[in-house]
């Protein structure tokens, strides 16, 4: 065992355990830790507990506005019949349950955990079907053609949401939120049971598949580097004119006063 | 440094030239040449070096650059195109951007330099206006820069059409349903641009001859020419200590102005260089290619256009119909109307002002905006409708940005962009006219020292001292407005007859416009004349050159 104290004495040899020792904790983690997107997975079936347990929730939380039994009130529609995936999109983006009532409900973090929403999910599912939760492997964009995604995109979706999935304004106060922060899941869940002022593109407008195509392009997208320097929010040519007259114009104008300010070293005299 | 003859190297060249051409005496006599220093003079200058700068860089890209409306399948290094349909023109544009070595940093300083190109042009138009340096005899020079402004929005736009991206074909659409909207003739317009339908396959290559050749061409000309007329009849320049309408004080040409010129470019280039490096800009391969399925949020044309894009969105939705025919004031109006008022506007300025004040006198001495109320706030009024039309051309986005509804945008720009010039012009006279007055009592009074004093009764007083020669020269360097020749009535009380008729009576309003506001400096006309006329000390002090004009 000499080569184990001579490889100790090696100056990186302390980095090398301590990344050995993370990746093994890592790996032990995942696979200890629940597998989230097989139990999300559309076949599979809910608990009668699951059920139980959301609708314990939803009285508390949610019945205010949609009302006990999910009929919907004046102030919130009914939920019978919205399905699984919409619950999971609204209450997983941190919509529902709402706040203060304005254009537009906002996203912003999430009140229940994984395990609250699926229950949640699970109760208005049980209510009268409607889209499940996507499985793991319709939302994984590794495989999916993400050339053809972006046309899909430009086609269907950049009119809200902007070339490059950045936002954009729409009558009323509403607006396309950018797209920087939703998961691959809430994506596809967004296309099948589109939320407020988004329309609703079925699984005939825009089969699986395209939708995985589509979760490609956004997801690449918004990773990628701007390989010409600061994207400058990527809105398009408003925010070039900004950047040309702030910085160009500023730039130059200060340059000229410190040019004509100059004088010739030699000094004259008045 | 004051030096009249430039040093051997360059006598010797301009010798050698002599003997060849005898141009011995116009090269000495240009070497000489003064240009006064003040910032606000350079900024026709950045223009001139963004547009070498589009030049060189536009020489790059056309090594590249297919126009074409072909077909291709994409396989180039970005791979979230590939095997996607599209043009030549786009296609080749990607690979520019991706595969050819230094391509998309020429694309953007050139885009770059374009923005720089028309924002300098505006800035230095306004210098113009604002100082009256348009004024005789400078009246052609001030229609050459209007013809240059006009033809680079127009270069800006094809160029912008170019690739054949998203942004760029909904530009064109938009263009084409310009075209079309002129009544009569619009479809026939169409047809002849397009060779056909929309986008149909002759307009991109038409366009590139256009936009390589025929504009910059025509632009070359007309920059030769301003800079001809400019170089003949010298820069104008503040009033000022011995400053008078009959000479030019400020650096010689030769040496130190060349070197300042040569500075000033490098700093052009460097600041579009910083541009091109760090700041990206028309990002095609974001916007994917043109088809005619796609719309995106954020369809924006360049800035230069954008009051136009602005007049097209808050335009209501009005047409009518004659005779079978549909007239769509919705596109005609906000496509034809703002550019007509504001260029065929300026345009005429020179001379309805001549017309309207009879002042038909030469002036090399820019006016202090302040000493021209009725101008200044015309002007004014005129930049506040342009810059509510820009606004509105970008109220998607101010929308987003600042969560007010899209609708409620259109509307306040409805408003805003008839309310706002009327406030502007309201608003910029008044401070004109403060600001004549607060010149006039530092002339009177003196400046205030800073010192209190107490007087024996004690009140508090602060001090005033006679303001500095230098300031004071400034001051007393506003002109008088000249009053038409107040041909008013004779004995009988009949008007004169230049004075009646619709356009007499016209004439006599805007007189009173241009000179109601006048406030004077009194103490007999003091306007910088007065050490002026007549004796123009020929020497300069220090390095500071002084040339008498003609
Ligand atoms: C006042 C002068 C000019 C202006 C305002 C101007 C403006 C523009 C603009 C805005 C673009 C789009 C660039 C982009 O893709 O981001 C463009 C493209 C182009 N320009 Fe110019 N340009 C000017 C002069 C020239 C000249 C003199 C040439 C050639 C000799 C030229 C050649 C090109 C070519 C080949 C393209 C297409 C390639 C591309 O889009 O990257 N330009 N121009």
Request: aromatic share 10%.
């Amino acid at each position: 065992m000499k080569w184990i104290t001579a490889w100790r004495r090696r100056p990186w040899a302390g980095y090398a355990v301590v990344l050995a020792a993370l990746a093994i904790i890592g790996v032990a983690y995942a696979g200890a830790s629940p597998r989230t997107d097989s139990a999300q997975a559309s076949d599979t079936k809910t608990s009668e507990q699951d059920v139980a347990k959301g609708k314990a929730l939803f009285s508390q939380a949610c019945s205010s506005c949609h009302g006990m039994n999910a009929e919907g009130t004046k102030s919130a529609p009914s939920l019978i019949g919205v399905g699984a995936a919409s619950v999971d999109f609204q209450v997983g983006t941190g919509r529902m349950p709402a706040m203060n009532p304005g254009a537009q409900i906002p996203r912003k973090k999430p009140i229940f955990n994984e395990q609250q929403t699926e229950e949640l999910a699970a109760y208005i599912a049980s209510l009268g079907g409607g889209p499940a939760v996507p499985s793991a492997d319709q939302v994984d964009p590794s495989h999916a053609d993400a050339a053809l995604g972006g046309r899909l995109f430009r086609a269907n979706c950049a009119q809200c949401h902007n070339f490059a999935g950045s936002g954009g304004a729409l009558t009323g106060g509403k607006f396309a939120p950018s797209l920087d922060k939703a998961t691959p899941k809430q994506i596809y869940e967004a296309m099948i049971s589109g939320p407020q002022a988004m329309p609703v593109f079925n699984d005939t407008t825009v089969t699986p598949a395209q939708k995985r195509a589509i979760i490609a392009y956004v997801t690449q997208t918004r990773s990628e580097p701007n390989p010409g320097g600061n994207g400058l929010g990527r809105v398009g040519p408003v925010a070039e004119g900004l950047a040309g007259w702030l910085v160009g114009i500023g730039l130059m104008v200060v340059a000229a006063m410190w040019i004509t300010a100059r004088k010739p070293k030699k000094k004259h005299n008045d | 440094m004051s030096t009249a003859t430039p040093p051997k190297a360059i006598d010797g060249t301009i010798g050698f030239a002599d003997e060849r051409f005898g141009t011995a005496g116009f090269l000495r006599g240009k070497m000489k040449k003064v240009f006064p220093d003040h910032w606000s003079f350079m900024l026709g200058e950045i223009a001139l070096y963004s547009f070498i700068i589009l030049l060189a860089t536009g020489t790059f890209l056309t090594l590249w650059f297919k126009p074409s409306m072909g077909e291709v399948i994409y396989h180039g290094s970005y791979t979230k195109l590939d095997g996607v349909n599209m043009s030549e023109a786009y296609d080749s544009t990607l690979r520019i951007s991706f595969d050819v070595r230094g391509g998309l940093l020429m694309r953007q300083i050139h885009h770059w330099a374009a923005v720089l190109f028309l924002a300098s042009i505006m800035v230095h138009m306004l210098r113009v206006f604002f100082t009256g340096s348009y004024r005789k005899p400078r009246e052609v020079n001030w229609l050459i820069g209007l013809g240059l402004f006009t033809l680079g929005i127009l270069e800006g736009l094809f160029g912008y059409s170019l690739p054949d991206d998203l942004l760029s074909g909904t530009g064109l659409r938009i263009t084409q349903g310009v075209m079309q909207s002129i009544p009569v003739v619009g479809t026939y317009i169409f047809y002849f641009a397009f060779g056909g339908g929309f986008p149909g396959h002759d307009f991109i290559s038409r366009l590139y001859t256009v936009h390589v050749l025929l504009i910059p061409g025509i632009l070359l000309a007309l920059v030769g020419a301003h800079f001809m007329i400019l170089w003949h009849q010298g820069h104008t320049q503040f009033s000022g200590k011995n400053r008078t309408e009959k000479n030019v004080i400020g650096k010689p040409f030769f040496p130190v102005f060349m070197i300042k010129a040569g500075a000033f470019f490098m700093f052009t280039f460097a600041v579009t260089a910083l541009l091109g490096t760090f700041a990206q800009i028309n990002p095609i391969w974001l916007f994917g290619p043109y088809t005619p399925d796609s719309i995106t949020a954020g369809s924006q044309p360049d800035f230069y256009m954008g009051f136009l894009e602005g007049a097209l969105r808050i335009m209501p939705n009005w047409e009518t119909n004659l005779w079978g025919h549909t007239i769509p004031w919705n596109v005609l109006v906000p496509a034809l109307l703002p550019l007509g008022l504001i260029m065929t506007g300026a345009a005429l300025w020179p001379f309805i002002e001549q017309w309207a004040t009879g002042d038909k006198k030469i002036h090399n001495l820019a006016d202090r905006p302040r000493n021209a109320p009725f101008r200044t706030a015309v002007g004014m009024t005129a930049v506040t409708f342009y810059g509510m039309l820009w606004l509105a051309g970008g109220n998607d986005i101010l929308a987003d940005k600042f969560h007010v509804s899209l609708y409620a945008t259109t509307w306040f720009f409805r408003g805003a962009v008839f309310v706002g010039p009327v406030i502007a012009y309201v608003v910029t006279k008044r401070l004109c006219v403060g600001l004549q007055r607060s010149d006039a009592a530092e002339l009177h009074h003196g400046v205030e020292a800073g010192v209190i004093t107490m007087l024996p009764s004690g009140e508090f007083v602060e001090m005033h001292q006679p303001v500095k020669e230098d300031a004071e020269a400034v001051l007393r360097g506003k002109q008088e407005l000249p009053a038409i020749e107040d041909a008013g009535e004779d004995a009988n009380g009949i008007p004169a007859p230049s004075s009646r008729g619709p356009l007499g009576k016209a004439r006599k309003a805007l007189n009173n416009a241009f000179t109601a506001d006048d406030i004077s400096i009194g103490n007999g006309h003091g306007n910088g004349h007065g050490n002026g006329h007549g004796e123009h000390p020929e020497a300069g002090t220090g390095d500071h050159k002084e040339l008498s004009r003609g």
